[in-house]
Structures are given as C-alpha cells and as structure tokens.
C-alpha cells in the first residue's frame, strides 16, 4: 500500500508555526546518499539572495544570514521603522517571510527530510508562517533594541541541541541507505529544533512578535 505525504496541521500556540510533513514513505537512497553534493546548486542560489553581510546565525541543518542591510534577512531596517514609525513596512515583511521559508526548505532537505529538491517559491512539505504584525498596537516600540540579548539563553540551548541534530541526522543517513525510512523520532527532534530557532529569528531578528521563544520543541 503507497503512503503519501498530508499537510501537517499549523497549531496556534505561538505566533510562530513551523511544521514539515512526514515523508511516510521510502525515500530516494541515492539522492540520500550524495545531499552532500545534490545540495550545492541550490545552496549557491541561496548564498547569492542571502549575502555574506552581518552575522550568521548557526541553523545547523541551514545557515541564516542575518544581514543589516541590502541583502539576507532584514533586521536593522524593520528595528528602525518600529523605533521611530512605529511601522513595519509590509514588502519588508514578505520578503523577510519568503526568504525564511526558503531557507527553511533548503535546511529540511540538507537533513534528509524530504528527497524532494528545494523550490524557491513553493512551500512544498515544509510549513511555515506567522501573522504580520501590527506594530503600532502589537510591538513594544523599544523592545527591538534588546530582544537579541533577551535570546542569549535560547542561543546557548540551541547550539547544544544542533549539537545532537548533527548526529541524529548522520543516524538517519545510515537507516535511510539501508530502510529507505526516516525513523520518526529523530524526524520529529530535527522538526523540533528548527521549529525552537524560527521562533528564536521571528523573536529576536525579524521582529514580528514581541512573545517570547519558549523552552520547547513541540508546536
């Protein structure tokens, strides 16, 4: 009997929703067995939108340019419209939006998630949003200027736990090759991991909500 891949519902209980859909299926043991190099022209597409400028935040399965300006992930310009404006200018949101799906959907595939290549516009199996917010009501005008020390905890905790990712997934590349399968529950550690730093980035780089990150890796 063929299992197929369902949508994997988006819960509420952060503004910040992150969820892949289990491939509950046999997955492609060879294009497995060489993402080493299967991903490299699609990474290359991603390092020429996102930039080398600013920092990078360790994703583990995926690197985040958090860039100040002009390439990568928007930060200082939305900081300074919400400091001054009280106004988060929507395209600046989309495009913040859009490219973290991207990145997300090029990190789900580097840790073997999905055998299905990265598009650069459609979600595929890989789920994520949150709601664009409404600055002037609902974002402290102030708090963008400490948000990213406030994160320094979840900063520690998921350098460790991308620790584990790393090899969990090398795991998991050994059972694909020889099951074809992705044990579950290190599918639902890695899901849970990225889901813990999306918020961590929606928080304390993007700015889209004033919540704080909490301590978990389920939704």
């Given at each position: ?32 067995a060489f ?49 001054f404006r ?126 704080y990150p ?6």
């Amino acid at each position: 009997m063929e299992h197929t891949e369902g949508p994997t519902t988006l819960r509420e209980e952060h503004p910040v929703r992150y969820a892949v859909d289990y491939p509950d299926r046999d997955l492609n043991r060879l294009a497995t067995a060489f993402r080493i190099f299967t991903i490299i022209p699609i990474a290359i597409v991603l390092g020429t939108i996102g930039g080398f400028q600013g920092g990078d935040y360790d994703g583990g399965a995926g690197t985040t340019t958090i860039a100040v300006g002009g390439t990568g992930l928007l930060f200082l310009p939305p900081l300074l419209m919400i400091l001054f404006r009280e106004k988060y200018p929507r395209w600046w949101f989309d495009w913040n939006l859009e490219l973290l799906r991207f990145v997300n959907r090029v990190g789900a595939y580097i840790a073997l998630m999905n055998d299905r290549y990265p598009s650069t516009d459609e979600q595929q199996s890989v789920h994520l949003d949150f709601a664009y917010p409404d600055a002037k009501q609902g974002l402290n005008r102030w708090l963008p200027l400490v948000k990213w020390f406030l994160a320094i905890p979840h900063y520690v905790v998921l350098f460790f736990l991308y620790i584990g990712v790393v090899v969990v997934v090398i795991v998991a590349w050994f059972v694909i090759l020889f099951t074809g399968r992705y044990p579950r529950g290190i599918f639902d550690y890695v899901e849970g991991v990225i889901r813990w730093h999306n918020r961590v980035v929606g928080y304390a780089f993007i700015l889209v909500t004033d919540r704080y990150p909490p301590f978990r890796l389920r939704p």
